[in-house]
């Protein structure tokens, strides 16, 4: 569904922020993508929802395509138009709005009928803002603030659903809920692309992932075969420890893998 060959983007004109990175993620698939901070993760979700100019950022390379039509060549509305929708790292909620409000907004490309039967869609994923349907969004915590940015890009939708940190600054019990959310909403056929720095998250709700290190995919395979490698363990959960020496072995018989073909794809 998703198909981003050689992209190459920079800051500025001459701050290399992402080279050469490729990466799938098919129909129906979940996908996750690792790294630290300033490793390029929201500058590839930018890149495909064409918003890049808004920060002073170029493609310089590569292609990214959408069932087939290529995406750097259409702007952000008409992206989102194809099913193709963003929930921004920070949630972005529109605070002086309600939760009613900020939903109806997410729909605004949609019927009035489209509308109705997706609100109540929401509203069976996410209880508590159908309780707080008349609340502005500034008023509601950290984690309802989340479903509700959640739930916003849903009304649009998507047929491949981005998301950037959905976990960040959030309580142990409510990254639990929101992973539980996003494997439900993959498992009624939308697409996911996962952007994470919280891999036991990432790789809970996802089938395959990728690892940006400097802008590159410095890793990739299926999420239980990256589990097992010394680096993953090493660096994003929190196993080993020390100047111990990361054994590659593993590492590179994961990255020498071909591209399997989806056989965990729900």
Not at 143 to 162: D, H, N, S, T, V
Not at 208 to 237: M, W
Not at 240 to 252: C, E, S
């Amino acid at each position: 569904m998703l198909e981003i060959s050689n992209l190459a983007v920079t800051y500025g004109g001459t701050l290399p922020a992402l080279k050469d990175v490729s990466i799938r993620v098919p129909e129906k698939g979940a996908v996750s993508l690792l790294g630290s901070n300033g490793a390029g993760k929201t500058t590839l979700l930018r890149s495909v929802s064409n918003n890049l100019k808004r920060h002073s950022g170029k493609i310089v390379g590569g292609e990214i395509k959408f069932d087939g039509d290529i995406l750097n060549k259409r702007d952000t509305p008409s992206i989102v138009g194809m099913g193709v929708v963003q929930v921004p790292e920070g949630r972005r909620i529109f605070g002086r709005l309600t939760v009613e409000e900020n939903l109806r907004l997410g729909g605004l490309r949609q019927s009035r009928k489209s509308i109705e039967q997706t609100r109540e869609h929401v509203y069976d994923l996410f209880p508590r803002l159908k309780e707080r349907a008349n609340q502005r969004g500034l008023l509601m915590s950290g984690g309802e603030q989340q479903m509700l940015a959640i739930g916003r890009a849903l009304m649009a939708k998507p047929k491949l659903l981005m998301l950037d940190e959905p976990s960040l600054g959030l309580a142990p019990i409510i990254v639990e809920q929101v992973g539980d959310v996003i494997k439900k909403i993959n498992a009624e056929g939308t697409a996911i692309l996962l952007i994470e720095q919280n891999a036991n998250m990432a790789l809970g709700v996802t089938d395959y992932a990728y690892v940006l290190e400097g802008g590159r995919v410095s890793l990739e395979g299926e999420t239980e075969d990256l589990r097992q490698t010394d680096e993953i363990k090493h660096l994003y959960l929190g196993h080993g420890g020390g100047d111990a020496a990361v054994d590659t072995t593993a590492i590179n018989a994961v990255a020498d893998k071909k591209l399997s073909p989806w056989k965990g794809a729900r």
